[in-house]
Each structure stands twice: as C-alpha cells, then as structure tokens.
C-alpha cells in the first residue's frame, strides 16, 4: 500500500443502519484500527439520526473516528472500501439505500482533493448534523472558511436538538 513517510490525521464518518449496527461500528473501527500503519485516536459520541437521501428506511447510527495514518488518501480509500465490501460483507445497493456499514473519509489533515474516486473534504460534509455535530466535538484543525460553514449549518439545523444519543440501552426505530 502506498504511504507517507509521516502519520496523517483523519477524520472518517461511520453509519449503519442494518443488522447490529452498534456491533457494526465496533467492527469498523477494530478493522480501521489494523490497518497498516494506522492508529486509531479517537471516537465521537454516537448518535441515532434519520436517513438522509433516501428517507424510507430505517435510523442510522453513526459516528466520527480520527485516526492517524501513513496510507495516502487513494490508499486509505481502497482499505476502507475493501473493509466495507470484503471484510465486512457490505451489499452493493443504491445511492443512500440501507446498508450495513458506510465508512467516509471527511477530511484527510489539511488536504484538498479533488477526484471522481474521491472528494476531501468530503462533499456532504457541512451539510449533514450526523457528521457535523460529531465531528466539532472531536475538534479538528479546521480551515477558518470550512469551520464557518460547519458552526453555521450546526447552528441553523439544531443538530443537537436533530440527533439522539446513542444508548446501549436504547431501542432502534425499526420499520418492517
């Protein structure tokens, strides 16, 4: 795998919102945390929020990771893909339909990319309270541009009033 001669911080968005979705994110980031290279630093508090695109389905519970890696960007991608379709079975769906893990790369340390397999920061991300409002309580080196938009979108979307925190206890809105 490709790799960097020093250890990149990194932001990833984690869902899911089939089967034991808590177990599937304790998978993930036991996965995420194998990588080579890789360590793991860090987990949001998770939170239970309502489908975004495709509303017809069940909740998701998702959280914000950071990490420290020396896989590249494109690298880091391949691995997590390989994570959700290979290691952790993940069916190949629409756009935005259920599924039982979706791992993101949302911000890559201060980088900008811009590729048809891969966008940095991420494209939804100052536009999603499942992501946002995590991801300010792990309280990332945000560009000032960036974070204005991400502290604005919070504060006009009531993200902490949108997302339930994640219990263990807590029962999931299931439709069957």
């Given amino acids: 795998m490709m790799h960097s001669d020093h250890q990149q911080i990194c932001f990833l968005g984690l869902g899911s919102n089939q089967g034991e979705k808590a177990r599937n994110l304790q998978q993930a980031i036991k996965h995420i945390s194998q990588l080579p290279n890789t360590t793991f630093i860090e987990s949001a508090p998770w939170y239970i ?89 792990l309280s990332p ?10 502290t604005a979108h919070h504060k006009n979307h009531q993200c902490a009033s949108e997302l339930k925190t994640y219990k263990k206890t807590r029962k999931f809105n299931s439709r069957r």
């Fill in 49 to 137: 929020s309502k489908p975004w695109g495709v509303t017809e389905q069940d909740e998701f519970l998702n959280t914000v990771i950071k990490i420290k890696t020396k896989l590249k960007p494109l690298a880091l991608l391949k691995a997590i893909k390989k994570i959700e379709y290979s290691v952790m079975n993940r069916q190949v769906n629409k756009r935005w339909h259920s599924r039982n893990i979706d791992i993101d790369i949302l911000l890559y340390a201060q980088q900008s990319i811009n590729r048809p397999q891969l966008t940095i920061p991420h494209q939804h991300l100052t536009t999603r309270c499942f992501v946002v409002r995590p991801l300010l309580q």
């Fill in 141 to 150: 080196q945000l560009s000032t541009q960036l974070k204005q938009k991400i």
